[in-house]
């Protein structure tokens, strides 16, 4: 897992080396251009002086007046040094102290450097020829949306990147990005970040994620052993060996956890169907799923290894058998299912609640309702809406700043599922996929995430039952990104069976992923 960390942390840490290492302000920038221009150049390459292809286009640096502008400054006189010619900055802010430095630099050699607020039409002409735009506007340091000028010279950089006509690469942050994002707020479209390590949690933003692009990560900038606080972890593919480790062999079906599964109605058999197998995949021994009278006739010819039963009258008395229960997926919100769900939840067995049974529960806690099973919740943002009162546009926007604290809350573990997904456990640590595959877009795709978090709360074994949720909500995630990015890169477009079949073969390889 990588740590990331906020922004103000970020900040901290660069004053906390300056100090520790008795460095020079200037000096560390330097450092940080060096590093930057090693990512930079072969972005840049095709515009040397005297190439075929200088005409191609000016590399234009956009500055504000704090640290990050004087990087995109000093990143020019790099490039100068370099052989490229064809460079200019324009400035929204007055350069800083540090920036000033770099500014009058270049200036000394013959480098433009421009004013938007004083010359725009001017401007407006080497943002038109440029071809690769250095972002420099703002940094960690940002507190709330760009301010006026630094926004419009942004939009007029956006515009030729939307247009196809140059691509832009942001220091550390796209311009406009912080902690504490809103929807609709200006922000770099960039096609590259070069991210500062440790990386910023506020990149992995969903309703941002495009704005950033790839990211690169600068090393060496600050020391590699330095002590932060961890905003979040970024989950990687090696971490599933860790959260899911495989079983002894010498397990059998009755040790490998038992799964309980309350889903489908009538329209919505394949939602029951897709998340037993998917607990299946997971790993647990023995999964049955509980159907309605309707239902049984319709679900009980389409799975072997499920046992299909009927449901009992009294739900509660039969989960003392199973290790975990899932609840919800096409399951319905009818009076009947809420009092269904109460009786399961007041067991104590670990519940994974999805979709119909995200929205009841909500209505059990506005009743009064204690639940006495730990649960973790895999809402996607409407859902999430229907249990927390979050709108989309805000979760989506800053998860980092709400979903900690609606985890605890709830003193539950939540998956907010989108083009990235958020993972909080019930005591406020969050984690993070940076999934961002559309090939994960389609039917079924949550019903077969939700089985696998039923199935690996029910085979892991873990004394917390906190750790435990938290563990089986990561490894799920990770399983199902990968199973997702293997799949389209293989096929092309899937159906969410495929999708299942394929998290079986990651999560049950002996030999890694």
Known sequence: MRTLVACAEASRLDAATQAESALQPLLLMEDAAVALWRELAPLAAVRKAGSESDGGGFLLALC??????????????????SGLSRIAAITAKAPGELASIHAASLRKLGVPVLDWSIDKEACKSFIAEARLIIDGLSG?????????????LLAAANAVVLAGKAKIASIDLPSGLSDVYASGWPIARASWTLSIEPRKACLY??????SVGEILPIEGVFPRDAEVARAASLLEAA??????????????KGTRGKVAVFAGSIGTSGAA????????????GIVSLFASDELYPIVAPMLEAVMVKREPEHLGELCSKYDAILVGSGWGRSAKRSKQLA????????AVLDADAIALYRGL????????????????PGEFFALSGIESRIALASPATILGEVAKSLGSTVILKSNVTWIAGSSGELAVWD????????????????????GLLARLATDSPAQRSFDAARAAVIAHGLAGRTLRARCGWFESGALREEAARILGATSGV
């Open 64 to 81: 504000g007046g704090g640290n990050n502008g004087g990087d995109a400054l000093a990143l020019l006189r790099l490039a100068r040094f």
């Open 140 to 152: 960690t340091g940002l507190l709330g949306p760009l301010r006026e000028n630094a926004a419009s």
């Open 205 to 210: 933003y969903p309703a941002v994620r495009d």
């Open 239 to 252: 971490d599933l060996k860790t959260l899911a480790p495989m079983p002894p062999e010498s397990t059998y």
């Open 273 to 284: 169907a897709l998340s037993s197998r998917a607990a299946l995949a997971a790993g647990a």
């Open 343 to 350: 009786a399961l939840l007041e067991t104590g067995i670990p």
């Open 365 to 380: 806690l506005d009743s009064g309702f204690k639940t006495m099973s730990p649960i973790i919740f895999t809402p996607h």
């Open 435 to 454: 999934g961002n595959e559309a090939g994960l877009g389609t039917a079924g795709s949550g019903d077969v995430l939700a089985g696998l978090v039923a």
